[in-house]
């Protein structure tokens, strides 16, 4: 027989029919009903704000999922949502954009707990004397100014990356987030690297949201501290080219929102340059490192992003530079600037389903380096550049998808005065998906470069042109967009370039080894990220 008595289900009216069956010497010995109901309250308050909150995320969440979606017509990404938690990858020149797409790598875990995601690639690059060949996409004299020539093909090297999040939600709605990322490069092809490893930790910071304190143009802001890579880092990934990259150790706030139409992100990062002593005669032989603190401000009106970024490294000038360099110890830039504008497009450039981006940098001193921000301590006090990137993705047919790219920079007294570093890319993926397991990927890539060290650490003034053409059969579990992994490639390369640009350095990829000009390599590659 059912029973007569029904419990409210709103917790409110729970609460107050449990009050009321209670004796009231239990109410006095305790708190008071209103007391009790006024906790309750906060509760239910705070239970329908983590509720809001939530459809918010996945509102956001189905948004940069959609701008993956770059079929035109079919090949839908179920499973490209099972990426959302993979986490910003960038780094050093050689590590700058692991390959992971920025769009995917930025989103943060919705669930509690411990969780674990992953970026790894490794492969064999053989050339045509069956020996290890020279490779990376930064192997051009251009590379040495951030000048990639993209990845398909064309990397020799192990790099894995291991993210540890710790996701927090607590009572009151608040939510936090801790990340560790360690991560180890190496070229060797052998099973025990110890001796070439290059373990590091990347990141570990904390990171608070959906706080209840924050209100007005705080209320959906957070706020962070630690070692991170910054959150609003994009990237070109078949070109294995970030756009801009900040990372370092600081503290910041992100999503203030000054009006309802432009949100603003503030943070303050210090970089370390290199071990340095100063030779004065008041301090003859102190030896200490440069700090350049880098104040930073990303601003967004919808698909735009707004970029100003200042710089102060006091006493980098004091660095004892090798005077072969031709660079004065005084001459070294102690401050710096840096802009950038930025539009993510929701469409392959107006002409249908797809994306893209396009981006204008510009620096001066110290923001010379306008792609790995605040990183390089030897730029020249005078030290100008300026950097264009577009690139997209769509499908030409079902079956058929492209990502081309043009990324193009000019700079002037980088290192030394007069010098100049004038170089532009052209680049394409494109890939056939012939079953549900199996595609044919091809890229090419075209590097037009002219530089003029001006004696800068004894290099030479080269110019001429570098190009690439790769064919990489693929399998893997599923195809259907730019942003599934994992996959197997194998894969054969030529490339070619003007022999002027074999005597840009001693050191350089180009003109060693017999690697002089029309180049065939082979090899295979995996790369996974979860």
Do not use: C
């Not at 790894?120 to 996409?137: H, N």
């Not at 064309?154 to 894995?160: A, I, Q």
């Not at 980088?414 to 993926?429: F, V």
């Not at 004696?455 to 579990?477: E, Q």
Request: aromatic share 10%; proline share 5%.
């Amino acid at each position: 027989m059912p029973s007569p008595f029904r419990f409210p289900r709103h917790p409110l009216a729970a609460a107050v029919a449990l009050a009321m069956a209670l004796p009231t010497g239990a109410l006095a010995a305790d708190r008071s009903i209103e007391e009790r109901l006024a906790e309750l309250e906060a509760r239910v308050a705070a239970s329908e704000r983590r509720a809001s909150q939530a459809e918010q995320r996945a509102v956001q969440a189905e948004t940069a999922l959609a701008e993956q979606r770059t079929s035109a017509q079919q090949a839908p990404e179920p499973q490209l949502a099972q990426q959302d938690n993979v986490p910003q990858t960038s780094g050093d020149e050689e590590l700058s954009a692991p390959g992971i797409p920025s769009e995917i790598r930025q989103e943060e875990g919705e669930g509690e707990g411990l969780s674990m995601s992953v970026y790894a690639r490794s492969g064999l690059l053989i050339g045509s004397d069956r020996k290890s060949a020279p490779g990376g996409p930064y192997l051009t004299p251009a590379g040495r100014s951030g000048g990639a020539v993209g990845r398909l093909g064309n990397e020799p090297d192990t790099y894995v990356e291991t993210v540890f999040d710790y996701n927090q939600r607590f009572d009151n709605g608040a939510h936090s987030l801790y990340r560790v990322m360690l991560a180890d490069s190496t070229t060797t092809s052998n099973d025990w690297t110890a001796d070439e490893s290059e373990l590091n930790l990347r990141q570990a910071f904390v990171e608070f949201s959906d706080l209840p304190g924050f209100t007005g143009a705080f209320e959906n802001a957070s706020i962070w501290a630690g070692k991170r890579f910054d959150r609003d880092n994009f990237n070109i990934e078949w070109i294995d080219s970030d756009i801009i990259f900040l990372a370092g150790t600081g503290a910041g706030i992100y999503d203030i929102a000054v009006t309802d139409g432009w949100d603003t992100s503030v943070s303050l990062y210090g970089r370390s340059f290199s071990d340095y002593p100063i030779a004065t005669r008041e301090q003859p032989g102190l030896e200490g490192s440069t700090d350049n603190l880098i104040l930073s401000s990303n601003n967004r009106f919808g698909p735009w992003q707004w970029m100003i970024s200042g710089m102060s490294a006091n006493d980098n000038d004091e660095r004892d530079n090798d005077p072969d360099n031709n660079l004065a110890s005084d001459n070294a830039a102690e401050n710096g600037f840096h802009t950038m504008v930025a539009y993510h497009g929701d469409s392959f450039f107006g002409m249908g389903e797809g994306t893209f981006k396009a981006a204008a940098m510009h620096g001066r001193g110290l923001g010379g380096e306008v792609k790995d921000l605040g990183a390089d301590g030897n730029l020249n006090d005078d030290a100008h550049t300026t950097r264009l990137a577009l690139y997209g993705t769509t499908y030409l047919s079902p079956n058929w998808r492209i990502a081309p790219s043009l990324l193009a920079q000019t700079s002037r007294d980088r290192y030394a005065n007069g010098d100049s570093y004038d170089w532009a890319t052209l680049s394409a993926r494109l890939a056939n998906e012939l079953t549900e397991n199996f595609e044919m990927q091809y890229e090419a890539s075209y590097q037009w470069m002219d530089l003029d060290p001006n004696g800068y650490a004894g290099l030479n003034d080269v110019n001429g042109g570098y190009t690439r053409l790769t064919v990489a059969p693929t399998i893997k579990p599923q195809v259907g967009g730019f942003g599934l992994r994992p996959e197997i490639r194998f894969f054969a390369t030529w490339s070619d370039w003007d022999k002027d640009l074999n005597r840009f350095s001693d050191e350089d990829a180009l003109g060693s080894d017999d690697f002089t000009g029309s180049e065939w390599t082979f090899g295979t590659q995996m790369e996974v990220w979860f």
